[in-house]
């Protein structure tokens, strides 16, 4: 089966891991990104470098028009889509939920819940002869992160509660749905905390004693998105050394 593989957030972190891991395995690429198109066009490279096409399509997920526009470029430029790695998301300034700016609540809400949705109604419209979707969830939808942002961590549970119902929905029609929650991953994405030793405040809360890669990541995405996941959909791995 040829792999046309949708991965959302695909310029940095988690996301450009995965392009490179997924190229790996002869996946063909359409790399989202919202505003950094510098580093998608490097993420575009390396996947070409690896043997495999991609290109690199600006869309922010919390956009409807730009998410449909994302799935016909990747279906014109690469032929029908046959993946999708759910992956676009955003974290939030730390604090209780006391303090929580409404506008940041719905920010969160829109690019982490709505524009997960609208990624995944789009697959599963053009997922007609079937295929496999991962959604990026958070270990933070089982732990609450209390005092630092529970709203995101909301945003993540329904995540995994999309995993689970659209993986239900689609079983019939041979469309796959798992979850990847990582635990702390070394990515960018903690500078959005606003505490600048983010990763050592949050090392001694992790059983393996240190953060993630984004390429430990990928390995998951990509085995999720396989063959070798045949029998799995409607599960969400945790890759989160023991957290
Ligand atoms: P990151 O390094 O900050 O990268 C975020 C990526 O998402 C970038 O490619 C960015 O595009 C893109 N993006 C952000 N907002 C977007 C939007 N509205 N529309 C489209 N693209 C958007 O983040 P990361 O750590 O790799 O996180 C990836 C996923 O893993 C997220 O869903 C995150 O919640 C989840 N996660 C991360 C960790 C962790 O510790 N890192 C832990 C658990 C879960 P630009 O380059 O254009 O800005």
């Not at 922010?60 to 690469?78: N, P």
């Not at 239900?168 to 070394?186: D, I, T």
């Amino acid at each position: 089966m040829e792999h046309v593989t949708v991965v959302t957030g695909g310029s940095r972190g988690i996301g450009a891991a995965t392009c490179l891991r997924l190229a790996r395995d002869g996946h063909r690429i359409a790399v989202g990104y919202r505003s950094n198109a510098h580093a998608a066009e490097q993420v575009v490279a390396g996947v070409r470098a690896a043997g495999a096409d991609a290109v690199a399509v600006r869309a922010d997920t919390s956009a409807e028009d730009d998410v449909l526009a994302l799935f016909d470029a990747a279906a014109q430029r690469l032929g029908p889509v046959t993946g999708l790695v759910n992956n676009a998301g955003i974290a939030s300034p730390l604090g209780p939920l006391a303090d929580l700016d409404t506008g940041e609540l719905r920010r969160v809400m829109d690019v982490n819940v709505i524009g997960a949705f609208l990624c995944a109604r789009q697959a599963a419209r053009v997922m007609t002869a079937g295929g496999a979707i991962v959604n990026v969830s958070s270990t933070a939808a089982t732990l609450g992160s209390p005092g630092n942002y529970v709203h995101y961590a909301a945003s993540k549970a329904a995540v995994d509660a999309l995993t689970l119902g659209l993986a239900k929905e689609l079983a019939a029609a041979g469309v796959r749905v798992n979850g990847v929650a990582p635990g702390f991953v070394h990515t960018e994405i903690h500078e959005q905390t606003g505490d600048p030793n983010r990763a050592a405040n949050v090392v001694a809360r992790i059983p393996a004693g240190r953060l993630g890669t984004p390429e430990e990541i990928a390995e998951a995405i990509a085995w999720l998105l396989s063959p070798a996941a045949s029998y799995a959909t409607g599960t969400t791995l945790r890759v989160a050394g023991g957290l």
